[in-house]
């Protein structure tokens, strides 16, 4: 009898939970391409005895658990986008979620959005959640081609290809779209590199070349043209080179020896203006007729004054060794008395040859001291 019961009670229970609130999408994973939109859906269906408030969250799951799950949109009666990364990009796909339908759309992807997303449906006393995973891809955009190495019969050089944008894997193919439109047999590829190795360069070679950029999404593609030539004369260039090397080096030369002339002769120039010259007699000035004068006693009374002793000093008289000879003595008679001497320089005094000459001091008593 106990048996009975409780292969009944828990029968009820069975039936109970199956007939509760459930999630019909489960697990799902999404792909979706940048700058489109895409639905992420979340269906449910409610049991009898889910009476409650009817409540439904997304939520961007946190990628570790150090972080908290950041909620997208809300609905509970209506909807309420929340403040996000999605803010603005995010809706509930129907007007009406309560009728079993919680799925929400996203416009404009970024590759930010990738990652998992909560649908949580809440019916008290049912309540439900389920995760999905969105994964935004780039198409391959912004492809660049270019060459590498001289284009030139016998030499080897690449050719590049190379994808600004698109999500990885890439992967690139190479095409000849002119000429012969064969790869040169010679040529090795790099799918994932995108470079098309090419060695010893034939003038078969030239051509256009397509590289296409390729990811599982979408294709993007660039062209570029190979114009192989014969090999430049090289020895004529370098000829040519040292030519015109030196002409340089010659012709600098040239301006370097005419500016210097011009400087010396500038130099020079400048000398003579400054230049007084010896063989011109000086200005004669009184006062180094009066110096001359002084000096020319003083010379022919040094040998009889280094034979005389302080005691024997008084012969002399005061006045010969006081009497400079008046300017007024020499000035000519028809000079006025207000006639000025020029004044000489000393360094231009020695330059005329003028020699220095030491005047005896005497005291008061008139003695040499």
């Known amino acids: 009898m106990a048996r009975s019961l409780v292969r009944l009670a828990v029968l009820s229970l069975s039936c109970a939970l199956l007939n509760a609130l459930e999630l019909l999408s489960l697990g799902k994973k999404y792909e979706g391409i940048q700058g489109d939109k895409i639905v992420l859906d979340c269906k449910f269906t409610l049991a009898p005895e889910d009476t409650g408030t009817l409540d439904i969250e997304w939520f961007l799951v946190a990628p570790d658990n150090q972080q908290a799950d950041k909620p997208i949109i809300v609905y509970s009666g209506k909807s309420y986008p929340l403040g996000s990364p999605l803010q603005g990009r995010v809706d509930f796909v129907s007007p009406t979620p309560e009728d079993g339908d919680a799925s929400i759309i996203i416009s404009n992807l970024k590759a930010s959005d990738s990652g998992s997303y909560q649908c949580k449906v809440k019916k008290l006393p049912g309540v439900r959640n389920d995760k999905v995973i969105l994964n935004v891809y780039i198409k391959p955009a912004n492809t660049r081609c270019y060459t590498e190495g001289r284009q030139?019969?016998?030499?080897?050089?690449?050719?590049?290809?190379?994808?600004?944008?698109?999500?990885?894997?890439?992967?690139?193919?190479?095409?000849?779209?002119?000429?012969?439109?064969?790869?040169?047999?010679?040529?090795?590829?790099?799918?994932?590199?995108?470079?098309?190795?090419?060695?010893?360069?034939?003038?078969?070679?030239?051509?256009?070349?397509?590289?296409?950029?390729?990811?599982?999404?979408g294709t993007d593609e660039c062209l570029v043209i190979l114009n192989v030539v014969p090999p430049a004369n090289t020895a004529g260039i370098i000829a040519g080179a040292i030519i015109g090397t030196l002409l340089f080096l010659i012709v600098l030369g040239i301006l370097i020896f005419f500016c210097c002339r011009?400087?010396?002769?500038?130099?020079?120039?400048?000398?003579?203006?400054?230049?007084?010259?010896?063989?011109?007699?000086?200005?004669?000035?009184?006062?180094?007729?009066?110096?001359?004068?002084?000096?020319?006693?003083?010379?022919?009374?040094?040998?009889?004054?280094?034979s005389l002793s302080p005691s024997n000093m008084d012969g002399y008289t005061k006045a010969r060794y006081n009497h400079v000879p008046s300017e007024e003595t020499e000035r000519p008679s028809s000079q006025t008395p207000n006639y000025v001497p020029p004044k000489v320089a000393g360094p231009n005094l020695s330059r005329m040859g003028a020699i220095p000459v030491m005047i005896p001091a005497q005291s008061k008593d008139g003695s040499i001291v």
């Not at 070349?209 to 990811?215: F, L």
């Open 262 to 306: 011009k400087q010396k002769e500038k130099k020079y120039e400048k000398e003579i203006q400054h230049e007084i010259r010896e063989d011109v007699a000086p200005p004669k000035s009184r006062t180094s007729t009066a110096r001359s004068y002084i000096g020319s006693n003083i010379g022919s009374n040094h040998s009889s004054l280094g």
């Open 152 to 217: 030139e019969i016998g030499q080897d050089l690449s050719l590049k290809c190379n994808a600004k944008e698109g999500s990885s894997p890439l992967t690139y193919t190479w095409q000849k779209i002119s000429g012969l439109e064969k790869l040169p047999p010679n040529a090795v590829a790099d799918a994932t590199g995108g470079t098309l190795n090419i060695k010893n360069a034939s003038h078969e070679f030239s051509g256009t070349y397509r590289c296409t950029s390729k990811n599982r999404i």
